[in-house]
């Protein structure tokens, strides 16, 4: 027996008119008749079981008893309730002492120093930019003012805000500014 080079055989013709293979002209094989009937046994069965389960739910729809609150035959046997015993009331002793009782509660009053504190924010050589600053200081409900200073290295111009009485007041304003990114600022002294 020979080997076979498929490879070098090539493709055969592709117009399938010049091709006189028997496969390229074979019909579809036709079912048998034994399957041809297959399918309408299986509906029949399906139909005769869909017939009994119908017949088997009428069948069964009659046959709940019609009196329900009659005796009823069962293995366990039920016995009669007890009464059960008054719910005790329950007393609570701090209601009755709590008015009694006052709370006194010493606080020490802050002392007021003559301090005063600014928040310097920024310091820029062109006085655009710290316009800017300013006006989104603005947008934050804070006021802020414009310092222009001459130092050993040219003009700045500063942002601050202030004067603020507490400190407190300037970690309160330095927070709200961090909320839109402006971290630049310092708490400072009062001194202008």
Same mark, same amino acid.
Not at 52 to 71: K, R
Not at 103 to 111: H, I, K, L, N, P
Not at 113 to 126: A, I, M
């Given at each position: 027996?020979?080997?076979?080079?498929?490879?070098?055989?090539?493709?055969?013709?592709?117009?399938?008119? +010049?091709?006189?293979?028997?496969?390229?002209?074979?019909?579809?094989?036709?079912?048998?008749?034994? =399957? @041809?009937?297959?399918? %309408?046994?299986?509906?029949?069965?399906?139909?005769?079981?869909?017939?009994?389960?119908?017949?088997?739910?009428?069948?069964?729809?009659?046959?709940?008893?019609?009196?329900?609150?009659?005796?009823?035959?069962?293995?366990?046997?039920?016995?009669?309730?007890e009464a059960l015993p008054?719910?005790?009331?329950?007393?609570?002793?701090?209601?009755?002492?709590?008015?009694?009782?006052?709370?006194?509660?010493?606080?020490?009053?802050?002392? +007021?120093?003559?301090?005063?504190?600014?928040?310097?924010?920024?310091?820029?050589?062109?006085?655009? =930019? @710290?316009?800017?600053? %300013?006006?989104?200081?603005?947008?934050?409900?804070l006021e802020a003012q414009?310092?222009?200073?001459?130092?050993?290295?040219?003009?700045?111009?500063?942002?601050?805000?202030?004067?603020?009485?507490?400190?407190?007041?300037?970690?309160?304003?330095?927070?709200?500014?961090?909320?839109?990114?402006?971290?630049?600022c310092m708490i400072l002294?009062?001194?202008?």
């Amino acid at each position: 027996m020979a080997q076979r080079d498929y490879v070098s055989r090539g493709r055969g013709p592709q117009n399938k008119k +010049k091709n006189n293979n028997k496969r390229a002209t074979r019909q579809p094989k036709r079912p048998a008749q034994g =399957q @041809a009937q297959l399918p %309408k046994v299986k509906l029949a069965i399906v139909v005769l079981l869909l017939a009994a389960f119908v017949w088997f739910l009428w069948s069964i729809s009659g046959a709940a008893p019609e009196d329900v609150d009659g005796p009823v035959s069962s293995p366990v046997s039920v016995q009669p309730e007890e009464a059960l015993p008054e719910m005790p009331e329950e007393e609570w002793e701090y209601i009755k002492s709590l008015p009694g009782y006052e709370v006194e509660v010493e606080v020490a009053e802050q002392q +007021k120093s003559d301090k005063l504190y600014l928040l310097q924010c920024g310091s820029f050589r062109t006085r655009s =930019q @710290a316009e800017e600053m %300013k006006a989104n200081i603005a947008f934050q409900g804070l006021e802020a003012q414009i310092r222009d200073t001459n130092g050993s290295n040219g003009q700045w111009f500063r942002v601050i805000l202030g004067p603020l009485q507490t400190k407190r007041d300037a970690e309160r304003a330095k927070h709200t500014l961090r909320k839109i990114n402006i971290t630049t600022c310092m708490i400072l002294t009062w001194s202008l």
